[in-house]
């Protein structure tokens, strides 16, 4: 099953150190998006990717994060410095190239970040 | 830009009753219009989603849609529940124009009681 591989499943990072979220998207999919589910909340977009491309990242954080996706491997979300409020569930979503939202996103099973 | 509003945060229902899950949306363009499930502790599995033609969309597990337009609504619904289906519903829409991601409601809580 070639679906959305996220991991860590779960991470733990003491307030000021780097949390790095790694997702491998759909075999085949150049297109990938980070979400950040708070608690009791929905997903929030956070970034939207392509291969050595940032197209959209009005969803984040000015300070601290950052995203990437290079030409080989998964793409990365890293979080720097962390504190409390950055506790939350971290999903990676990936979908073809120009489908746009016709094929609706792939979503891997997330990243629970909790910093203590 | 759009926003999507699920009205209950929770709807508890007895399992085999029917349930309405309610989803309405505003856009200044043409939107598509998703249901996604999220099980405890799992990512999101699309449910169903709307694209165009019939505004009455089946998806998996015995759900469906409808598409009404004048309303702006997309309400999920299910004639018989069961135990299994207790998760969470998420409402999304994307903007037919590109690739921009999904904006999704805060989501509903669906409680099976025996």
């Known amino acids: 099953n070639a679906g959305v591989m996220q991991n860590p499943r779960h991470l733990v990072r003491r307030r000021g150190q780097e949390a790095r979220l790694r997702c491998s998207p759909v075999?085949?999919?150049?297109?990938v998006y980070w979400y950040r589910q708070l608690p009791e909340e929905g997903l929030k977009f956070m970034v939207y990717?392509?291969?050595?491309?940032?197209?959209?990242e009005s969803g984040m954080p000015k300070e601290r994060f950052s995203a990437e996706f290079p030409k080989e491997g998964p793409s990365i979300l890293r979080i720097q410095q962390v504190v409390r409020g950055d506790s939350a569930a971290y999903f990676c979503?990936?979908?073809?190239?120009?489908?746009?939202?016709?094929?609706?996103?792939?979503f891997g099973s997330g990243t629970r970040l909790t910093v203590v | 830009a759009q926003s999507v509003t699920q009205l209950d945060s929770q709807v508890p229902v007895f399992e085999e009753a029917p349930v309405e899950l309610r989803c309405n949306y505003s856009s200044s363009v043409s939107v598509y219009l998703f249901w996604y499930v999220q099980y405890p502790n799992q990512g999101l599995q699309l449910l169903l989603k709307y694209l165009s033609g019939s505004t009455l969309v089946k998806g998996i597990n015995g759900f469906e849609a409808e598409f009404n337009k004048s309303q702006t609504s997309f309400h999920l619904r299910k004639p018989s529940v069961h135990i299994s289906d207790t998760a969470e519903y998420f409402c999304a829409v994307s903007d037919q124009g590109g690739a921009d991601g999904l904006t999704f409601g805060k989501g509903t809580h669906l409680i099976i009681q025996p």
């Open positions: 075999k085949g999919h150049s297109h």
């Open positions: 990717l392509q291969k050595e491309n940032i197209i959209d």
């Open positions: 979503a990936s979908s073809p190239l120009l489908t746009g939202g016709t094929e609706g996103y792939t």
